[in-house]
């Protein structure tokens, strides 16, 4: 079994768009992430759910929308997409928010043309 | 800015070699330290997590901390083809629940 999911694994859109990028864990787990890592392989925190909670919110901006319906789903909505925001995103889980190991979702690569 | 910092390679290892990755953090503060691999066009998985000084094994693999020096290093014993990844050297500094990623280290393991 997956245990942590993501869809869609690839999404291919067009400048202006809105689209969105779905994330669930089986793991049982308290805490949620997304990250988004560029072309040249750095992997960056974006947002952080705790059950339900925000608990990180970088200094993205406000075109990416996190939204977290129960602990087990973490879904991210971006508006208005710009060339800028391809890249590969990445949902990731923990146990808790603090010190905790994070496995990672298998990713999903977004090309703006 | 908190920071870890690697050397981003790449390391080219021949088979059956011990290949060492290196990792420096600026925060004082950071209390958890993790080691991910990552194939290419894969996403990163936790190999190995380390919390206090010292050197802790699993498998082929040993972590090393160094608190007083800001110092974590990953060895990997006896060297496989299939080990060839980037590794990702990730930093927990508990004050803002982040995990901070270091840039990563490709390591190539020639047969």
């Known amino acids: 079994d997956t245990a942590v999911s993501q869809t869609p694994k690839y999404l291919v859109t067009q400048m202006g768009n809105d689209k969105s990028i779905k994330c669930e864990q089986n793991?049982?787990?308290?805490?949620m992430y997304w990250y988004k890592q560029d072309s040249k392989k750095f992997l960056k925190i974006m947002f952080s759910?705790?059950?339900?909670?925000?608990?990180i919110n970088e200094t993205v901006p406000n075109r990416f929308s996190p939204k977290s319906p129960d602990k087990a789903h973490l879904n991210l909505h971006i508006n208005s997409l710009e060339l800028g925001d391809s890249a590969v995103y990445f949902c990731?889980?923990?146990?808790?928010?603090?010190?905790?190991?994070?496995?990672f979702g298998p990713g999903t690569r977004l090309t703006v043309t | 800015q908190k920071e870890v910092e690697q050397n981003s390679g790449p390391l080219s290892v021949p088979e059956g070699a011990i290949a060492s990755l290196n990792c420096t953090y600026s925060d004082r503060g950071s209390q958890s330290f993790f080691w991910y691999r990552q194939y290419s066009g894969k996403s990163p998985e936790l190999i190995m997590f380390?919390?206090?000084?010292g050197d802790k094994e699993d498998g082929r693999f040993t972590a090393q901390l160094n608190k007083a020096s800001q110092y974590v290093s990953l060895l990997i014993r006896d060297s496989q083809p299939s080990d060839s990844a980037t590794y990702l050297c990730a930093v927990y500094g508990g004050s803002n629940y982040k995990l901070t990623f270091g840039k990563g280290t490709l390591l190539t393991v020639n047969p």
């Open positions: 990731a889980s923990s146990q808790g928010p603090l010190n905790y190991e994070q496995y």
């Open positions: 759910y705790n059950n339900k909670e925000l608990i």
């Open positions: 380390i919390y206090s000084n």
């Open positions: 793991l049982g787990h308290d805490t």
